[in-house]
C-alpha cells in the first residue's frame, strides 16, 4: 500500500504555496536533481533565485556560511535591511554572531538535558493519548500531533499551562501565514506593510511581542529564573546584552518553530503507520527499533522544506556562476527523498542506518537547536501509541499545509481499534 505518490507534472511551480497545498512536488524535484540541480527559479513575488535539490550540494554549502550568508533572511520572500533587523532571530546571523547566542542555549537544549524530560513527555503522551483515543475516528494532527509539543514547550521555557492553546493558535499564524485555515491576514493575498516589521510580517507577531515583554516584566517582579527564556537574558563573555528586539523575535520562533517540526513529524509518522501496516507490528516489537525510528519519521516529514541563503561572492557549480548577492535556496524536502543517498526514500523504514537526513538542517552552524527534543518526544510518542493500537486507517483524505516553507499535514482523519 502506497503512503502518499506525488502527482505533480514535474514542472510544478515551487514559488506557488498552493503547489504544495497538495503535497510536496516530489516528481519536479527528482527532474531536477537529475537534469538540472543548480535551476534558476524565476518568482513573480520577488527576486528570481537558485534552487539546490541534491543532497551532496546542500551538505557542502550548508556548511560554507562565508559564502552562503543567512543574514538576508532564510525565507523566498524578500525584504528590506531595515525590515531584516526589525525581524531577525539568530537563524538569521552569521557566526560569529549566530555562536555567541547560540552557546547561551546550547547547554539546555542539549541531549543530556533533553532526556531529563523524558518521563515528562511519557505522562504527557499517556494523557494526550488517552483522551484521543476514546474516539474511533478523529483528527489525529489535531488530537495528538497538535497537542505534545504545545504543552512541552510550556514546561521547558517555563510558561503558564493557560497560556499556551492561545500561544500555539498564534504560532501557527506566524509559520503558516499563507493558509487560511491559520491566519486572516494570508501573506501572499494581502497588500500591507502594516507589519512588516514584525516577524512573518504578521499582525500575530506583534500580539506575541506584547505577551514576550509581559511575560518578562512578570517574572522578573517574581525572581523566577526557570526556563530558557531567562538564560537568554543573561550576557554574553563580553558582556553584551540581547536587545528587547532580539529578544521578542527570539520569543516568537520558540512558539512558532518550537511546535511545527515535531507536530508534523508526529502527523507524517502516523499517516505512515495508516498506510505501511508493518510499523505498527515493528514498533510493538521494540527493541532497537526505537534507535532509528525518531530519525527516519522526521526525514519522512521534512517540516521544514527549505531554507534561504544569499551569496556573498560569485561561487561556480555544475557550470553555473551563483553570483555574490543571489538568493539560493536549500530545498530539504529533495535532499531527504535523494536516491543517490537513501534506499527506497518513499517508503518509511524504522531500521534506516545510517540515517545522515537533513530535517534539522545539519552539517552546518544553523542545525535545529531543539533536535533533542523532538527526536525524543517522537520516540515516546510513537511508544506510547504503537502499544495502545491494534489498527489504525485511514477514515479520509489528509490535507497538507498551504505552505512552501513549513511542510505538514494539516488535517489527518484516522479511524483506530485499540489493543
Not at 520577488?46 to 543532497?55: A, C
Not at 499551562?161 to 501557527?172: A, C, N, Q, Y
Not at 529578544?247 to 502516523?270: H, K, P, W
Request: charge should be negative; include cysteine; aromatic fraction near 10%.
Amino acid at each position: 500500500m502506497t503512503i502518499w505518490t506525488p502527482t505533480d507534472s514535474g514542472y510544478a511551480d515551487l514559488t506557488s504555496h498552493d503547489t504544495f497545498a497538495d503535497g510536496v512536488p516530489h516528481n519536479t524535484f527528482a527532474r531536477l536533481r537529475r537534469d538540472d540541480p543548480l535551476h534558476w527559479t524565476e518568482y513573480e513575488g520577488g527576486e528570481n533565485f537558485w534552487s539546490v535539490t541534491r543532497y551532496d550540494d546542500i551538505t557542502v554549502m550548508n556548511k560554507n556560511t562565508e559564502v552562503f550568508s543567512s543574514a538576508r533572511g532564510i525565507r523566498m520572500e524578500d525584504q528590506s535591511y531595515e525590515e531584516y533587523l526589525a525581524r531577525r532571530t539568530f537563524q538569521e546571523t552569521d557566526p560569529p554572531e549566530h555562536t555567541q547566542v547560540r552557546m547561551k542555549l546550547l547547554k539546555a537544549f542539549s541531549n543530556t538535558v533533553m532526556q531529563q524530560y523524558e518521563q515528562d513527555i511519557r505522562d504527557l503522551c499517556e494523557e494526550i493519548l488517552e483522551d484521543a483515543l476514546g474516539q474511533e475516528t478523529f483528527d489525529a494532527t489535531k488530537l495528538i500531533a497538535r497537542q505534545l509539543p504545545m504543552r512541552m514547550l510550556g514546561r521547558i521555557v517555563g510558561l503558564p499551562d493557560e497560556d499556551l492553546p492561545w500561544l500555539v493558535e498564534k504560532g501557527d499564524a506566524l509559520i503558516a501565514n499563507t493558509d487560511p485555515d491559520f491566519t486572516s491576514h494570508v501573506m501572499d493575498k494581502l497588500e500591507t506593510d502594516e507589519f512588516r516589521m514584525m516577524p512573518f510580517n504578521s499582525p500575530a507577531g506583534a500580539e506575541l511581542y506584547a505577551y514576550a515583554k509581559e511575560l518578562m516584566e512578570k517574572k522578573e517582579r517574581d525572581g523566577d529564573t526557570s526556563g530558557v527564556l531567562h538564560l537568554i537574558l543573561q550576557p554574553a563573555k563580553d558582556g553584551s546584552m540581547i536587545t528587547e528586539t532580539e529578544f521578542r523575535n527570539f520569543f516568537c520562533l520558540l512558539v512558532a518553530a518550537g511546535n511545527d517540526t515535531t507536530r508534523y513529524s508526529i502527523a507524517a509518522g502516523i499517516q505512515a503507520m495508516c498506510h505501511q501496516p508493518e510499523l505498527l507490528g515493528q514498533m510493538k516489537e521494540g527493541g532497537s527499533v526505537w534507535d532509528t525510528a525518531s530519525d527516519e519519521i522526521i526525514r519522512w516529514a521534512t517540516p521544514a522544506t527549505y531554507f534561504r541563503r544569499t551569496a556573498t561572492q560569485d561561487y561556480e557549480m555544475h557550470g553555473k556562476t551563483i553570483r555574490a548577492g543571489d538568493k539560493v535556496l536549500y530545498w530539504f524536502a529533495s535532499a531527504n527523498r535523494d536516491d543517490s543517498k537513501f534506499e527506497d526514500p518513499f517508503r518509511v523504514n524504522l531500521h534506516r542506518s545510517p540515517n545522515r537526513h537533513l530535517s534539522f538542517g545539519q552539517f552546518g552552524p544553523h542545525v535545529c537547536l531543539g533536535m533533542w527534543l523532538a527526536r525524543l518526544e517522537v520516540k515516546v510518542l510513537f511508544q506510547e501509541l504503537s502499544k495502545r493500537l491494534s489498527h489504525i486507517e485511514p477514515a479520509g483524505p489528509h490535507k497538507f499545509l498551504r505552505s512552501n516553507f513549513v511542510g505538514g499535514i494539516k488535517e489527518l482523519p484516522v479511524s483506530i481499534r485499540r489493543a
